[in-house]
């Protein structure tokens, strides 16, 4: 049974920082490529960062260039985003899944992680 928990959110002020992790268990998770989502109040799931973990490449949408960096330990089957500078507009619930030809892989999403980012 495949299994996302994410983790590490929270409530921070404008220009804080956070670190999300993933743990994934249920699927070979060396050989998988990850990405964070997020789902802003109102809006559709976005993607947020993506890491092909063989190839070592990453790829992250424009609001996230500079800002944010993803990363993984495979002997943990974790998946790590580092957040920082974060933004009011960066508030949403977060969440992590494997991919399959650039979307997700698995319809088992993680109840995921909520950031408020709020003076």
């Known amino acids: 049974q495949v299994q996302l928990v994410e983790s590490g959110g929270g409530l921070v002020q404008p220009g804080g920082s956070l670190r999300l992790s993933c743990v994934a268990s249920g699927f070979p998770f060396d050989t998988s490529a990850m990405g964070w989502y997020r789902r802003p109040p109102g809006k559709e799931r976005e993607m947020v960062a993506a890491?092909?973990?063989?190839?070592?490449?990453?790829n992250y949408a424009d609001f996230a260039k500079g800002r944010f960096s993803i990363s993984s330990d495979n002997a943990k089957n974790t998946v790590y985003l580092q957040m920082n500078d974060l933004r009011p507009e960066d508030t949403a619930v977060y969440f992590c899944?494997?991919?399959?030809?650039?979307?997700?892989?698995?319809?088992?999403w993680g109840q995921g992680t909520q950031v408020t980012v709020s003076s």
């Open positions: 899944n494997a991919l399959s030809r650039g979307g997700p892989r698995y319809d088992d």
């Open positions: 890491l092909a973990t063989i190839e070592r490449i990453t």
